[in-house]
């Protein structure tokens, strides 16, 4: 095994783990101490922030920066999952808003709001994961809590699909602003696809696909050495 001290960004690719990635890169450098900065769902693609050697002293640090994702809600169906990859619970095609409808109500998700997280997420019950007792059919319920949203954009809209931009803060979930959405605008809503774009001063551009970990003889030279990333981080504001 080899010492190194650093980041590497990834660009994760769909139905893959944060974890699977993981794997993937303490395989390939063999190395042992790795971690991530963030996990994404595994339907989401984007920016993971892998962690090695003393970097993983980061992950506090990397979990209360804002993060930046691409969106597409699809309107008109919920999951329980409040994504594509859940079981649909319920459908309400019989509304269509309009652009000017869903522009005016995207202005109530910025600044401080309340969110409930999904039943299925790694929020902690009691000392056991959302998700594991989601899966085993267990009663429970997930408090609300009051998260940050920096920016809410529209790009685009062609029914059931509205494609957002978002910038946020710490413990945000896109799923529950999908589903809220749906709600806010008398239908139902889930996450149809997720892109995290940025992390802090940490863009998707600079990332390695994820696919390209395996077996890559130059990984070594994608990797931020730990004294850089701190000045990046102390310089970001």
């Known amino acids: 095994m080899i010492k190194i001290d650093g980041i590497l960004l990834v660009n994760k690719t769909e139905h893959c783990t944060s974890f699977d990635i993981v794997r993937r890169v303490k395989k390939t450098l063999r190395i042992k101490k790795v971690g991530h900065g963030g996990t994404l769902d595994p339907f989401a693609r984007g920016l993971l922030i892998i962690l090695l050697g003393k970097a993983t002293r980061l992950f506090e640090r990397l979990k209360g920066l804002p993060k930046e994702y691409e969106g597409v809600v699809m309107l008109g169906v919920e999951t329980d999952t409040f994504d594509r990859d859940g079981r649909v619970v319920a459908q309400k095609n019989s509304i269509i808003p309009s652009k000017e409808r869903i522009l005016e109500v995207l202005k109530e998700f910025e600044g401080r709001i309340t969110q409930i ?87 998707l551009k600079d990332a390695i696909d994820s696919t390209k970990i395996i077996g890559e003889k130059n990984l070594e030279n994608e990797i931020m050495p730990y004294d850089k990333a701190l000045e990046v981080l102390k310089q970001f504001k």
């Open 117 to 203: 997280p999904p039943r299925f997420s790694a929020v902690k019950i009691d000392g056991h994961r959302a998700y594991d007792l989601a899966r085993r059919g267990k009663e429970f319920e997930v408090r609300t809590r009051e998260v940050e949203v920096f920016k809410v954009e529209m790009e685009s809209y062609s029914f059931p699909h509205v494609s957002l931009v978002v910038k946020a803060g710490k413990g945000f979930y896109m799923r529950s602003l999908a589903h809220d959405l749906g709600q806010r605008l008398d239908t139902l809503g889930h996450l149809y696809s997720l892109t995290r774009r940025a992390v802090g001063p940490f863009t």
